[in-house]
């Protein structure tokens, strides 16, 4: 096999590469490391069917003699002892009863080698229809010191306050545990790009802290197996792989899954990124959080370091216990968060009786808001209508920007993006410096409404331990992805993004929309029954009004006649009804026409109203006949009135139309009366007013 530098790649030869590296069966490497051996059994008839090339060396036995044995033959002669715990029967009999949440057993035994009992830890598994068993040599540790140690770190742990001290803490503490030379924690970000966010390592080691390292450098395939095994220990990366040999090689036996042992060999690939970046052993633990893989704590040291089985323990105690506080401490400080949102969102309905208006919203909490959110600006669409605060696009990209959302983004779900110019925003025109977006659909109103957040872009540099481009050689006519050799520090100009949107913000900011959608419904739903209020009104008022005139009309004066003479009739109240009529009116329309007679009725009416009392009620009881409604008033009343009334209307100046004049009938009523007999008398009064000569009051 050759391998050479690669010419220059075109984009699929690269993809090709990526595709090959992220399918390598790093599970399956049909090898192990030689920091211990490995035995395979069928669980049918207990013969061991394959072991590690290296098994004379670590456990003293021949090759020859234990391939195709029987286990409990090779026990037999071996004399193995437990430290404690149950006989080797009983574990074949546990190996027979694992599950997914007890993949693996592990013990302590003590095993002869060359007439020496020496210390291994054995763990043992199921593969299909196999038993798999891994020994490793145990030195003998002071264990009562390992322990003190861990409760001291324990101690530390617990007292941390905030994240970075609890991280801070836990690689010091490792490190002091183990001894290796760099202990640092990697977090992941939503790319499976690595930022080293905490790092304890010695003078002369070179520190990786805040660089960043590509997702190639743990592919999907690598990440997967910590959900496996969340230990990664590698004492020698210099050491060669043991092949693991099989009694029958032409059987076609399939490959050992060796995920959940401590052995499995490493990926050449992985062996010469860690020799480039001069790490002679490493010890990886994962950290995990109800989501899945959050980060890993990365241990290199310079030289290869044989790390006892007890000490991988120990710092995968501490890890266990930090990542436990880890994400106490992060839901405190997003409790504390969301009970700031929640006040927030409490002064929305802290309004008993009184309607807020949309655009209010902005005015009185935009600024909070975008505090809470981490927002430059904020911007409240409603009824195609924007209020806003902060820095914000001008109102016609704001329109564009609402438009691609509601064509291209559909149901309830926010939408966010820290970089815009990646999205289906990217042509919508200038973001006024803006290029993070969360945007929130408000369904409860119609037509739907939108919230918009706006961060500002964050120009900043990058720093990555050496370039994060991938990197190809040609090996056999193929290009494949070789590790890169400088960790150099690789600076990266980064623009045109913001602060990337954390899942709290978008969880929160969504209960806030939701309670700014009811807030918006209610103001609609106000809208509503005022429309519907005045729509009544306009409807009553066609009832009971007379569209000329804009006075009662005969059904309304009629309905108010009857209630009068009915408190006339209980409580012997006096009432007076005035009847009047334009003299000569139907002359006048002849001469000036009805456009002009509509006029005058419209002055006299309105003339009329100003000379009532505000306990009278003038209304228009036909053509150019009005009624005056006086309630508490006796005859001597109405007649005063009535003259007011005449004399007023016969000093009215019509202009070109000349003038006119009223002859007014007064009734008082009188026990026994009813609507119709009270109106009856007011008529007959009238007339007799017009026979005498007109523009007078008659009772």
């Known amino acids: 096999m050759s391998a050479r530098n690669s ?5 699929l030869q690269l993809d090709q590469a990526l595709a090959r590296c992220a399918s390598e069966p790093v599970h399956i490497p049909g090898a192990i490391q030689p920091a211990g051996c490995l035995l395979c059994v069928d669980e049918q008839n207990h013969r061991i069917v394959q072991v590690s090339a290296n098994i004379e060396s670590v456990l003293g036995l021949p090759v020859d003699a234990v391939l195709g044995a029987f286990l409990f033959d090779v026990l037999e002669q071996q004399s193995p002892r437990l430290e404690s715990g149950p006989s080797f029967q009983g574990i074949i009999d546990e190996l027979n009863t694992l599950s997914e949440d007890r993949p693996l057993v592990v013990h302590e035994i003590r095993w002869s080698v060359d007439g020496v009992m020496k210390a291994f830890q054995l763990s043992a598994w199921r593969h299909k229809h196999a038993m798999v068993l891994e020994l490793e040599p145990v030195p003998r540790l002071r264990q009562r010191r390992i322990l003190a140690k861990i ?25 002091q545990l183990i001894g290796h030379d760099r202990v640092m924690v990697y977090q992941f970000d939503r790319d499976w790009h690595g930022t080293v966010i905490a790092e304890d390592c010695s003078e002369k080691t070179a520190s990786f802290l805040g660089h960043h390292f590509p997702a190639s450098d743990v592919p999907e395939q690598v990440r997967k197996l910590y959900s496996v095994n969340p230990v990664r220990s590698i004492p020698d990366a210099t050491a060669e792989s043991v092949p693991l040999l099989h009694c ?5 036996q399939l490959p050992l899954d060796l995920s959940p042992g401590m052995l499995r060999a490493v990926s050449p690939v992985h062996l010469a990124y860690l020799v480039n970046m001069g790490v002679g052993a490493s010890l990886s633990l994962a950290i995990y959080s109800k989501d899945g893989l959050w980060g890993l704590v990365a241990c290199h040291a310079r030289q290869p370091t044989p790390l006892s089985p007890a000490l991988r323990d120990a710092a995968l105690t501490l890890v266990r216990m930090a990542t436990q506080r880890l994400f106490l401490l992060q839901e405190r400080k997003d409790t504390r968060y969301a009970s700031q949102v929640l006040e927030n969102r409490l002064l929305l309905v802290d309004h008993p009786g009184e309607i807020v208006k949309p655009n209010q919203l902005i005015d009185e909490y935009g600024r909070q808001w975008m505090r809470l959110f981490g927002a430059s600006g904020v911007a ?16 016609p990209v704001l ?11 559909h149901g309830n779900a926010p939408w966010s993006s820290d970089c815009l110019n990646r999205t289906i925003m990217e042509d919508v025109g200038d973001l006024a410096g803006n290029a993070g977006l969360l945007a929130l659909p408000l369904t409860a109103v119609s037509p739907p409404g939108w919230l918009l957040f706006f961060r500002e872009e964050q120009q900043q540099v990058r720093y990555w331990a050496g370039s994060p481009e991938a990197k190809t050689v040609i090996v056999d006519g193929r290009a494949v992805i070789s590790p890169r050799k400088s960790f150099t520090r690789w600076a990266e100009q980064v623009a045109g993004h913001s602060l990337p949107w954390r899942a709290i913000e978008i969880r929160l900011a969504r209960e806030l929309s939701e309670n700014i959608s009811i807030t918006m419904f209610i103001h609609q739903i106000d809208q509503l029954n005022e429309r519907l209020h005045k729509t009544n009104q306009y409807l009553a008022s066609l009832a009971t009004t007379d569209s000329l005139t804009d006075t009662w009309n005969r059904y309304r004066i009629e309905q108010e006649l009857e209630k009068e003479v009915a408190i006339a009739r209980r409580y012997a109240r006096p009432c007076v009804v005035l009847l009047f009529d334009i003299d000569n009116f139907k002359r006048f329309n002849d001469v000036h026409g009805h456009e002009a007679g509509d006029r005058v009725l419209k002055i006299i009416a309105q003339e009329a109203s100003a000379c009532l009392r505000d306990s009278d009620n003038l209304g228009r009881w036909g053509g150019e006949e009005f009624i005056v409604l006086a309630a508490n008033s006796t005859l001597d009343d109405g007649v005063q009135l009535a003259e007011r009334l005449r004399a007023h209307v016969e000093a009215l100046d019509f202009g070109e139309l000349g003038g006119v004049t009223i002859s007014v009938g007064v009734a008082e009523w009188r026990k026994g009366d009813t609507r119709k007999a009270l109106v009856a008398r007011a008529d007959e009064a009238m007339y007799r007013a017009k026979n005498s000569g007109r523009n007078c009051v008659k009772d």
Do not use: C
């Open 248 to 252: 029958d090689p032409s059987s076609g």
């Open 380 to 395: 409240l669409m409603y009824q195609k209508k924007f209020s806003y605060a902060g820095h914000v696009p001008a109102l």
């Open 399 to 409: 329109s564009l920007v609402v438009d691609r959302l509601t064509a291209e983004h």
């Open 151 to 175: 409760n001291q770190w324990l101690a530390r742990l617990a007292e941390a306050e905030t994240q970075q001290e609890l991280l801070d803490t836990l690689v010091g503490g490792i490190r």
């Open 7 to 11: 010419p220059q790649l075109d984009s």
